[in-house]
Nanobody, 123 residues
Framework: QVQLVESGGGLVQAGGSLRLSCAASGRTFSNYIMGWFRQAPGKEREFVAAISYYGGRTNYADSVKGRFTISRDNAKNTVYLQMSSLKSEDTAIYYC????????????????WGQGTQVTVSS
């Protein structure tokens, strides 16, 4: 199983930007689809974005489309989430996780969850 560590969260004003990173270790990184998810207080964990094994395909939740960009660097075993035009409703703990099959966006089907990184957007 892959071990994941998220970083890059923080406090940012509405309209600002942040870049999250998720560093992987333990298995061959390029064998996995990588997903970003988030969980706000009192809400269920939700899908944010996913990227295929070598980055050829991406998928985004409608709520972040056009504002967030997922990318990966397999040489560094890292996946990124560039977040722009942040809104207060983006406030959440952000997690990365792995999958072995493309096309599934349900959190329960993903593995290897990291500890998460807090993103707080002030309005």
């Amino acid at each position: 199983q892959v071990q994941l560590v998220e970083s890059g969260g923080g406090l940012v004003q509405a309209g600002g930007s942040l870049r999250l990173s998720c560093a992987a270790s333990g298995r061959t990184f390029s064998n996995y689809i990588m997903g970003w998810f988030r969980q706000a207080p009192g809400k269920e964990r939700e899908f944010v974005a996913a990227i295929s094994y070598y980055g050829g395909r991406t998928n985004y939740a409608d709520s972040v489309k056009g504002r967030f960009t997922i990318s990966r660097d397999n040489a560094k075993n890292t996946v990124y989430l560039q977040m722009s035009s942040l809104k207060s409703e983006d406030t959440a703990i952000y997690y990365c996780a792995t999958h072995t099959k493309w096309g599934l966006w349900v959190p329960d089907t993903y593995d290897g969850w990291g500890q998460g990184t807090q993103v707080t957007v002030s309005s």
